[in-house]
């Protein structure tokens, strides 16, 4: 294997190493960028598709409370008690599924995992460099 010799100053090296670590942060920013971009157009669409079928069960759901209510006034008890009873019930669901998803929330992972390892490998790489 033939050996080539490097015929440039420190000074010239240290400026070069300078240029490139500042296009690689410059790149590591770009795919910052593009993959949080990417995460949150994709999110951004399933949230509008989940708002729009919560918007069309929401409505169907007022309609089967609504026949509830009335079934049980037909059976016997005051309209004031049958609201308040499946008023009582839907709001304890509700909770439940306001609880269930703030759990999960709690749980997600945003952070750019992609781009936090390839900065950990170019911090490796630079100070392989200097070496």
Known sequence: MQETKDNRSLGELF??????????????????????????TGAA??????????????????????????????????????????GAVVIGAGYFLIQKGLSALKHEDLAPRQTIESIKDDTRWAKEQVR
Do not use: C, H, M, N
């Open 15 to 40: 400026a070069e190493l300078a240029r490139e670590s500042s296009t690689l942060v410059r790149q590591e920013i770009d795919l910052a960028k593009a993959e949080l971009t990417g995460k949150a």
């Open 45 to 86: 669409k399933d949230i509008g598709l989940v708002a729009a079928g919560g918007f069309v069960a929401y409505a169907g759901f007022l309609g089967v409370l609504a026949a509830i209510v009335i079934a049980l006034a037909a059976a016997g008890l005051p309209w004031w008690l049958s609201a308040l009873l499946v």
